[in-house]
């Protein structure tokens, strides 16, 4: 991954004939977070910004509530414009486990909310959502169908970047 990084700033600069800016940092990496009841120890909010995804039951955030919730706290306000999910395939389970229905919600002061980002059908392990940039200190994800089927009650949320 690292490799196909680099070749593509190579190409990019060579295309461009200026230096690529490198991708942006993940604002939500090891920040603060919260969230609705956990599936099972091991399975807290903060798995979902500790930036790792090879394990099924230390690297990822549960919950069986609906609406499921996840909340970070980015320690200040910051500019967004970017949100990358990885769902319960990016963590290798089952694309039937894939977040099906979610909003994503920005706030300065975590209790006023504008919601900037809803999705009524994913399918995709990874999703990104590019916003138009909007300062703010708190991300808030609300899930309203956790999976493909609808009975599955399991929220599954391996990484919710911010960028
Ligand atoms: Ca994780």
Redo the contacts with the bound molecule.
Sequence with gaps: MRRASAAWIVACAALTAVPCAPAAPNLALGRPATGSPVCKPGEEPG???????SSKTE???CTLQRPGRLQVDLQSRRPVREFVL?HAAA?GEPAAMNTRAYALSLSDDGERWREVVQVRDNRQGVRTHVIAPTWARYVRLDVHQPAQDPADPATRI??LEVR
């Design positions: 798995k979902a910004v500790d930036g790792r995804l690297h990822k955030f990885k963590g391996y990484e």
